[in-house]
């Protein structure tokens, strides 16, 4: 495991002065999530202990459960490839329940690739409306495509699209997930280039961060909810870069039940009160990996 660069070494001794780096990078059991579309929660379960797997319910996540034991690979198994649960971080899947999709509106996932959240809001939405499903990037389109067919969803749109140019659709939608694109700092229990990451990343990402949050806002209808994610620990992803995007939307923050509230003194800097309402997650207190989730209205 290589060790934090010094910009992340100073970091997170501001923000988590009592944590080890051993606690941030500590492994965490798999999770998955089951997809209703497809099969029932407790005949996924029943058919996976059957198969040598023992699972356990994550309270605060309506289809999360960890997992325990695993015989082998939870991704090998017939029941995965038949699309009845995806695996996904339940700080990741919760996100998708902040977002609070209903049936019959018009969605916009700006991050889509490969789809573990555009699953769950499909499978919130009963399958019914439109999610029109956005990726960037050529290259990643075909994961997406594949969850989006292996998990049943049928009414989703999919668009090679930078989501900054959301506005040349011409829509107005009901609610919006920005899944970030980000430093990924909170992943480094799987992926070890999270501690790699430097002051120079931040300065490149936060521009295009804004830029996406300006254009998510702008597609959003009146009254309607968007939500802003990241798989970062950093402020500068997170309430830093939401104190100055509130000050220009006016956007009204709304409050989450689960997770930590959101830092209001980063480094030393006074934010507003409200930012308390978005919420952190962390290994040590939620067995999540790091994660932030941002809850909006448009006024």
């Not at 998955?32 to 319910?57: C, T």
């Amino acid at each position: 495991m290589p060790e934090l660069t010094p910009y992340l070494r100073d970091r997170y001794a501001m923000l988590f002065p009592e944590k080890s780096v051993e606690e941030l990078t500590r492994p965490l059991p798999q999770s998955l999530r089951v997809n209703e579309l497809r099969i029932s929660r407790g005949e996924l379960v029943e058919r996976l202990e059957e198969r040598g797997f023992e699972l356990e319910p994550v309270p605060w996540v309506r289809c999360s459960y960890r997992v325990v034991k695993a015989p082998f690979s939870p991704g090998a198994t017939p029941e995965y490839l038949l699309g009845y649960y995806y695996l996904q971080d339940p700080a990741s899947a919760y996100a998708c329940e902040a977002l609070e999709p209903r049936r019959g509106e018009l969605v916009l996932d700006c991050a889509a690739s490969p789809g573990g959240k555009t699953t769950y809001i499909a499978q919130l939405m009963h399958n019914t409306g439109c999610i029109v499903a956005l990726e960037v990037k050529k290259s990643r389109l075909k994961a997406l495509r594949a969850n989006l067919n292996r998990m049943g969803v049928q009414n989703t749109l999919v668009l090679h699209m930078d989501a900054r140019l959301a506005e040349t659709l011409g829509m107005k939608f009901d609610r919006v997930l920005l899944d970030a694109p980000c430093t990924g700092t909170g992943t480094a229990h799987r992926n070890p280039e999270a501690l790699q990451k430097t002051e120079e990343d931040i300065k490149r990402l936060n521009p295009l961060q804004l830029e996406l949050l300006r254009s998510a806002y702008a597609v959003l209808r009146k009254g309607g909810t968007m939500v802003y994610s990241t798989c970062s620990y950093l402020p500068e992803e997170n309430e830093l870069l939401l104190h100055r995007f509130l000050q220009e939307s006016r956007a009204k923050m709304l409050k989450l039940r689960h997770g930590s509230p959101g830092i209001t003194s980063p480094y030393g800097i006074h934010l507003e009160p409200v930012l308390r309402r978005a919420r952190r997650f962390y290994p040590w207190e939620h067995r999540t990996q790091g994660f932030f989730i941002a809850k909006m209205r448009k006024r």
